[in-house]
T-cell receptor, first 108, second 120 residues
Framework: DAKTTQPNSMESNEEEPVHLPCNHSTISGTDYIHWYRQLPSQGPEYVIH???SNVNNRMASLAIAEDRKSSTLILHRATLRDAAVYYC?????????FGAGTRLTVKP | DSGVTQTPKHLITATGQRVTLRCSPRSGDLSVYWYQQSLDQGLQFLIQYYNGEERAKGNILERFSAQQFPDLHSELNLSSLELGDSALYFCASSVNPLAGGNLGSYNEQFFGPGTRLTVL
């Protein structure tokens, strides 16, 4: 199974951009890259997903490397509410496998 | 509020017992997923149902079973409980509009608030 590798933790200052990296060197051609986050004491929530092209939505941007072996979730202006564990997941045929994720701390 | 409801919110029981966790998906969602989140194992996919039928299986123990009913709600049954089964159990739902193939591009999952199970 394709796996993802993320840093255990990252820190950011409030209102600054945050780049959360994810390595997925064994990704297959049909794997979608999904990002979810889990705020304290809540269930995970969807952030963004993509296949090959960069994607933007109201929450974040997803930059996907040309070889698709890595991706970066970009939060353009971190807020205190963005403090969460961010999961990068390769998704194929309903099999969603979460890794350990990156714990993002946002400092005021 | 994701629109997915789970009951009960908390459950405390003893080893060897059996419990049932319930999940109601968002209106219109046909697919239900169950996950277990423990401190040492992280978030693990257990099983998925789509419109009443089992669709995918993850790391689900034989002591655990699930089903999805005609009204699309789902139940996760945990039996012969052990201390190690203490965890947060999440249910998620998604639309799954496609009949087959790679559903990743449409499959945003909406998670419920979870049921915290404590086995003493």
């Amino acid at each position: 199974d394709a796996k993802t590798t993320q840093p255990n933790s990252m820190e950011s200052n409030e209102e600054e951009p945050v780049h959360l990296p994810c390595n997925h060197s064994t990704i297959s051609g049909t794997d979608y890259i999904h990002w979810y986050r889990q705020l304290p004491s809540q269930g995970p929530e969807y952030v963004i997903h993509g296949l090959t092209s960069n994607v933007n939505n109201r929450m974040a941007s997803l930059a996907i490397a040309e070889d698709r072996k890595s991706s970066t979730l970009i939060l353009h202006r971190a807020t205190l509410r963005d403090a969460a564990v961010y999961y990068c997941i390769l998704y194929n045929n309903n099999d969603m496998r979460f890794g350990a994720g990156t714990r993002l701390t946002v400092k005021p | 509020d994701s629109g997915v409801t789970q009951t009960p919110k908390h459950l405390i029981t003893a080893t060897g017992q059996r419990v049932t966790l319930r999940c109601s998906p968002r209106s219109g969602d046909l697919s239900v997923y169950w996950y277990q989140q423990s401190l040492d194992q992280g978030l693990q996919f257990l099983i998925q149902y789509y419109n009443g039928e089992e669709r995918a299986k993850g790391n689900i123990l034989e002591r655990f079973s699930a089903q999805q009913f005609p009204d699309l709600h789902s139940e996760l049954n945990l039996s012969s409980l052990e201390l190690g089964d203490s965890a947060l159990y999440f249910c998620a739902s998604s639309v799954n509009p496609l009949a087959g193939g790679n559903l990743g591009s449409y499959n945003e999952q909406f998670f419920g608030p979870g049921t915290r199970l404590t086995v003493l």
